[in-house]
């Protein structure tokens, strides 16, 4: 078995070399013996830069989508996430979080040991309000700039993001318990960092998780089969005893966790702290941490509850219609998350390919790996571009009801079609580094591992389609306030214009509509992408994404675009400027 491509003919068959190397890799050697220590054609490290300035599409989309105010306070986590963050980034993966469910004396503990690294990109976290920002300064573009700040430190390392979006998804449906969210909200907006295992009342800071899957639901919550039992009054803000086990209990180490179980009247919505009020242990019993594909350095749980105390948050059987808050600001950061481990895969493959040669030239010169470098950075200009607009639609949500239909519908959308797209992107951008992509020390096996989880959290693709079919169902104004987002491109481009006419065609044939609710789905996400970049990209990545993706002179893998599309433009525009 070989690896690596084969010498030419003429070499690897032919006499002892003699005379000069290829040009640029010249070495004295005597008797014929090439040393082989020094190292030549290598990249120099993707590090040391700041990841906001070298995103020429953030920084625009920060400004469009009316979050300018917060340019310095990314540009500084940007320097912070291209420095020291990085080692973080490896240690936590490199030393998986550790259960330990007894003491050394046998009393249950039920604590999960972190590497000093997982702690330091929490505290990076929490004290540049990626879990809070909207709560703590509700201005206009306030969720714009929280999605730019974790789509850049989500480029560092994903695993961390997990309960910092729980905690920032999870205030919006504790305010329909307002006794409840006068409590905690508090602590859930701090920005101290604590990961001591104490009471709440006793911390700087808090974090909030969230169980909701049961081995034999998953998706299908309605078949939880965890059990809620009144202690005294019933009914919102009261107490209530949970049993059962969840299947899936993210970051156990959070402080408080909102929850799905059985009451007398339907699936209810519980908010079930660490700690009970009397500052004993509540009886919250980790039973194996997950071993997972990827999202290692954070630990994701199986629990059981036995009757752990909780309170109702919202009206008992409206569990699903309480906690949908938190579950629709978690999609939003699949779609984030997503977004930025896409980016963070075309800026490692771009700048590999502008520092290292082969048959005589840089790899960014030669037209068959411009084309695919080119293409992987039109699909995460497309991904950048929807996710700050989706962004935008929740600050405005609350006070625009086209807005907060749009939001509605397109969640699931771009949710379904971004995490799509996203192990499709990662693999090609590792081929392009070959070899070296394929050794952990290159950070693209991590991400190869970690961008299918955004596809499967919070609702797989399947889901996310149903949902929207859903949504076309409940009334035409979601999908009505879709395509006036869609539609403010219109007599741009008459690529896009054919395009969201037979989309609006496919949405008008019920005939097998949820078989075909995949493509269907896929098309609504490609229409608002071309929308957008016609509207505010680059004009050469808007003609790449249109020749391309909606008037089809495109294969089946990337770096099939089309001849004529200005590569070198798109790639330098994508490329971190880097060594």
């Not at 499967?456 to 149903?466: A, P």
């Amino acid at each position: 078995m070989t690896f690596g491509p084969a010498l030419p003919s003429t070499v690897a068959n032919g006499p002892r070399l003699t005379g000069k190397l290829p040009k640029g890799l010249g070495l004295a050697y005597a008797g014929g013996t090439m040393p082989t220590h020094q190292v030549l054609n290598q990249p120099p490290p993707l590090e040391g830069y700041n990841l906001f300035a070298a995103d020429r599409a953030l920084a625009e989309g920060l400004r469009r989508e009316r979050a300018a105010w917060a340019e310095e306070r990314v540009r500084t986590l940007g320097e912070l996430a291209g420095g020291e963050a990085l080692r973080w980034g490896v240690q936590a993966n490199a030393n998986p979080p550790v259960l330990r469910t007894h003491d050394r004396y046998g009393h249950r503990v039920d604590e999960v040991e972190f590497h000093p690294a997982w702690h330091e990109l929490l505290r990076l976290a929490v004290g540049h309000e990626l879990h809070a920002l909207p709560w703590r300064d509700p201005r206009p573009g306030a969720h714009v700039a929280r999605a730019a700040l974790f789509f850049v430190l989500g480029q560092v390392e994903a695993g961390h993001g997990c309960p910092i979006s729980m905690t920032y998804s999870a205030i919006p449906a504790l305010r329909a318990q307002p006794e409840l969210a006068a409590e905690w909200e508090p602590r859930f907006t701090s920005t101290a960092y604590d990961p001591r295992l104490v009471p709440a009342a006793q911390k700087t800071g808090a974090l909030c998780g969230m169980a909701m899957t049961e081995k034999q639901g998953g998706s299908d919550v309605r078949a939880n089969t965890t059990r809620a039992v009144a202690l005294r009054a019933r009914g919102p803000g009261a107490e209530y005893e949970l049993t059962g086990h969840k299947w899936f209990c993210s970051a156990p180490m959070c402080d408080a966790f909102l929850v799905l179980a059985q009451a007398e009247q339907g699936l209810s919505c519980f908010l079930l702290p660490r700690f009970l009020p009397d500052g004993t242990r509540n009886r919250f019993h980790i039973q194996r941490l997950k071993d997972k594909l990827g999202n290692r350095s954070n630990a994701s749980s199986e629990v059981e509850f036995d009757r752990a105390w909780a309170r109702m948050v919202g009206e008992e059987g409206r569990g699903v219609p309480t906690i949908i808050e938190m579950v629709n600001h978690t999609r939003l950061d699949c779609v984030i998350g997503s977004a930025a481990a896409v980016r963070q895969a075309v800026a490692q493959a771009t700048h590999h390919c502008a520092h290292r040669a082969a048959f005589g030239k840089l790899l960014t010169d030669q037209p068959l790996m411009q084309n695919v470098l080119a293409d992987l950075a039109v699909e995460s200009e497309a991904a950048t571009v929807a996710m700050l607009r989706l962004a935008r639609a929740y600050d405005e949500g609350p006070r625009d009801e086209t807005q907060r239909r749009f939001a509605r519908l397109a969640t699931a959308v771009v949710k379904y079609w971004v995490c799509k797209r996203g192990p499709m992107l990662v693999a090609e951008a590792l081929e392009c580094l070959g070899g070296n992509g394929y050794v952990e020390e290159s950070m693209m096996p991590r991400l190869y591992r970690e961008v299918p989880l955004n596809s499967i959290w919070e609702g797989s693709g399947n889901v996310m389609c149903l949902d929207v079919l859903r949504a076309m169902e409940r009334g035409p104004e979601a999908v009505e306030a879709f395509f006036a987002e869609v539609d403010l491109a219109r007599g741009a481009d008459r690529r896009l214009d054919a395009f969201v006419g037979r989309v609006r065609e496919a949405l008008g044939d019920f005939a097998a509509i949820e078989t075909r609710a995949r493509r269907i789905v896929e098309h609504m996400a490609l229409a608002l992408q071309g929308s957008l970049l016609v509207r505010h990209g680059d004009p050469a990545v808007a003609d790449a994404f249109l020749a391309s993706r909606l008037a089809g002179d495109h294969g089946l893998a990337f770096g099939t675009l089309p001849a004529g599309v200005d590569f070198v433009r798109i790639i330098e525009r994508a490329r971190p400027a880097v060594g």
